[in-house]
C-alpha cells in the first residue's frame, strides 16, 4: 500500500530522465525482490518432514493431477472472483488515475492512490482491530458495496476534492475488504489447506489487477475516462451478490479456531 501511494510521485520524477531510467529502475526493484526471495528459508525442507501429503508430490505425469488438488484450492478461486470483481477497478486506478488527474488539470498527479494509500492505513490501524470481534463476514459485506461507490465518485470527479473523496471511500472500503475477506477464507479451510487457499485467493486478485490494468485502456481510449471508471464501479457492484451466491460453494461453517463467521 505504501508502494502504491509513493510509487507515482518517484516514477514521473525518474521519468524526466527518460523511459530508459524507468525501466532500468524497476528492474533494478525486481533484482533486489529476486536476491531477498532467494535468501528465503527452503520450503521443501518443511515439506520433507511432513510425510505423505506434501513430501511425495512432483511435476511427473502421473501426479500431476495430485500437485493440482494439492495446490490449488479451486472452490476459494472462484469465491474469489468476488475480489477480482474489486481488483479490476484496483488495477485501473494504479494505471491511470494519474493520467486522469492531468486530464482534469488537478496537481498532484499522484492524489488519488496518495490518499487512498492513507485511508487505508489509518482505517485497518484505526478500526481494523475493532472488527476483529464483528467476524469477518459481516465486515466484509459492506467493504464489498463500498469501493463501487468511490469509482462512481471518481467517474463524476470534476477537481481535486472529489478526487480526493473518491479515494477516501475507494480507499476505506478496499483496505478493510482485503484482510476481511482473507479472514473469512482461512476461517473455512482446513490447516493443510491454507497454503492453497491463499494461492487461489491471490490469483483471482491478481487477474482482477492485471485485467484491469489493460482493459481499462481500451475502454477509456474508446468511450472516455470517466464511462470507463462508471464500468469498473459496475462490475465492483457485482461482487457483493457474487460474493453471497457463491459461497454456497464453500461453505458457510469456520474450521479455524477463534474465528466466527
Do not use: K
Not at 475480489?83 to 498527479?109: C, K, M, N, W
Not at 472529489?162 to 471511500?169: C, E, G, P, S
Not at 481510449?221 to 462508471?230: N, P, Y
Not at 458457510?252 to 479456531?257: D, E, L, S, T, V
Amino acid at each position: 500500500i505504501l508502494g502504491t501511494g509513493t510509487a507515482p510521485s518517484l516514477g514521473f520524477w525518474v521519468y524526466r530522465d527518460g523511459w530508459a531510467a524507468l525501466c532500468f529502475e524497476m528492474a533494478g526493484l525486481n533484482i533486489l525482490m529476486a536476491v531477498i526471495a532467494w535468501m528465503l528459508p527452503d520450503d521443501r525442507r518443511e515439506a520433507s518432514r511432513q510425510p505423505g501429503r506434501w513430501a511425495d508430490l512432483s511435476l511427473r505425469p502421473a501426479n500431476v493431477h495430485a500437485f493440482v488438488r494439492a495446490h490449488v484450492e479451486w472452490r476459494v478461486f472462484w469465491l474469489s472472483i468476488t475480489t477480482g470483481a474489486i481488483t479490476f477497478g484496483y488495477g485501473a486506478l494504479t494505471s491511470f488515475s494519474a493520467l486522469f488527474a492531468d486530464e482534469l488539470g488537478v496537481a498532484p498527479r499522484s492524489l488519488f492512490l496518495s490518499v487512498m494509500a492513507i485511508a487505508v492505513i489509518v482505517g485497518r490501524l484505526a478500526i481494523g482491530r475493532g472488527l476483529d470481534s464483528l467476524g469477518p463476514r459481516r465486515v466484509l459485506l459492506p467493504c464489498l458495496v463500498v469501493p463501487s461507490i468511490g469509482l462512481f465518485v471518481l467517474a463524476a470527479a470534476n477537481g481535486a476534492w472529489t478526487i480526493a473523496a473518491a479515494a477516501l471511500i475507494f480507499g476505506g472500503g478496499f483496505g478493510l475488504m482485503q484482510p476481511s475477506y482473507t479472514s473469512y477464507v482461512l476461517a473455512h479451510v482446513a490447516p493443510h489447506q491454507r497454503g492453497a487457499a491463499l494461492g487461489a485467493l491471490l490469483a483471482a486478485f491478481d487477474t482482477g489487477i492485471g485485467s484491469g490494468a489493460a482493459l481499462f485502456g481500451v475502454m477509456s481510449q474508446a468511450f472516455g475516462s470517466r464511462v470507463a471508471f462508471a464500468a469498473a464501479g459496475v462490475l465492483a457492484a457485482l461482487s457483493m451478490p457474487y460474493f453471497v451466491l457463491a459461497e454456497r460453494r464453500l461453505g458457510r461453517r469456520p474450521i479455524a479456531y477463534g474465528i466466527a463467521a
